[in-house]
């Protein structure tokens, strides 16, 4: 019986262990590639991202005609509590010179229980001379990765384990990346709130003790 249980913990250990693999591929002429999965790996060296979501999903991720994306993180951490609702702010790291790039802040919005809005406003040389307005709707993201197309160019996007920062990464022009930190607006409001239920329970604690 003793054996068991080891053997059970064990298991269980070994398959926290490793790194985490992201497999984004599709099959086709101008498909857009999605978000397949997450694999386990032992390590994120070698190629042994990229050769292990072929083994999984052989026919969309292929060097045929469609796109493939391999993204691998150490430490083994599988996509969880990931929350990509509420505003953020751009760190404006993008070069206008060149790109279209987002300025001000990026909204996401909820819609039902399955669909992401996202919300921007880009500006920049690469605009074609005008402010670009990005809104569209996606499924939610079940972890810490997903993926927009924008003005021809599919942007990777990562949420922090935080879900603090949100990073866009352009792989094709590398200088249009940009990444956008959550407002303080949500932390002062959380602050304002326990701040007045401090408040309310003081004023509670005196009215009993002077009732009794």
Same mark, same amino acid.
């Given at each position: 019986? #003793? #054996?068991?249980? #080891?053997?059970?913990v064990l298991?269980?250990?070994?398959?926290? #262990?490793?790194d985490t693999c992201y497999c984004t591929c599709c099959a086709g002429n101008s498909c857009q590639p999605t978000l397949l999965g997450n694999l386990t790996v032992s390590s994120c060296a070698s190629g042994l991202c990229?050769?292990?979501?072929?083994?999984?999903?052989p026919q969309q991720c292929t060097d045929g005609?469609?796109?493939?994306?391999?993204v691998c993180k150490s430490?083994?951490?599988?996509?969880?509590?990931?929350?990509?609702?509420?505003?953020?702010d751009v760190e404006n790291n993008c070069d206008k010179s060149f790109c279209c790039c987002?300025?001000?802040q990026l909204v996401n919005t909820r819609i039902g229980s399955n669909t992401l809005n996202v919300y921007g406003r880009f500006i920049g040389q690469g605009c074609g001379g005008a402010p670009v307005i990005f809104n569209d709707?996606?499924?939610?993201?079940?972890?810490?990765l997903t993926q927009l197309f924008f003005l021809g160019n599919y942007i990777q996007v990562t949420l922090s384990q935080d879900s603090q920062v949100i990073s866009m990464q352009n792989p094709n022009f590398p200088q249009c990346s940009d990444s956008a930190r959550r407002s303080n607006a949500n932390s002062i409001l959380t602050a304002h709130i326990n701040t007045t239920l401090v408040f309310?329970?003081?004023v509670l604690f005196i009215l009993t003790y002077f009732s009794k």
């Amino acid at each position: 019986m #003793l #054996l068991s249980i #080891l053997f059970i913990v064990l298991l269980g250990v070994s398959q926290c #262990l490793g790194d985490t693999c992201y497999c984004t591929c599709c099959a086709g002429n101008s498909c857009q590639p999605t978000l397949l999965g997450n694999l386990t790996v032992s390590s994120c060296a070698s190629g042994l991202c990229e050769s292990t979501c072929k083994n999984r999903f052989p026919q969309q991720c292929t060097d045929g005609s469609g796109r493939t994306s391999y993204v691998c993180k150490s430490g083994g951490v599988t996509p969880s509590n990931a929350n990509w609702v509420g505003a953020f702010d751009v760190e404006n790291n993008c070069d206008k010179s060149f790109c279209c790039c987002p300025t001000g802040q990026l909204v996401n919005t909820r819609i039902g229980s399955n669909t992401l809005n996202v919300y921007g406003r880009f500006i920049g040389q690469g605009c074609g001379g005008a402010p670009v307005i990005f809104n569209d709707n996606i499924v939610m993201p079940t972890g810490y990765l997903t993926q927009l197309f924008f003005l021809g160019n599919y942007i990777q996007v990562t949420l922090s384990q935080d879900s603090q920062v949100i990073s866009m990464q352009n792989p094709n022009f590398p200088q249009c990346s940009d990444s956008a930190r959550r407002s303080n607006a949500n932390s002062i409001l959380t602050a304002h709130i326990n701040t007045t239920l401090v408040f309310l329970s003081v004023v509670l604690f005196i009215l009993t003790y002077f009732s009794k």
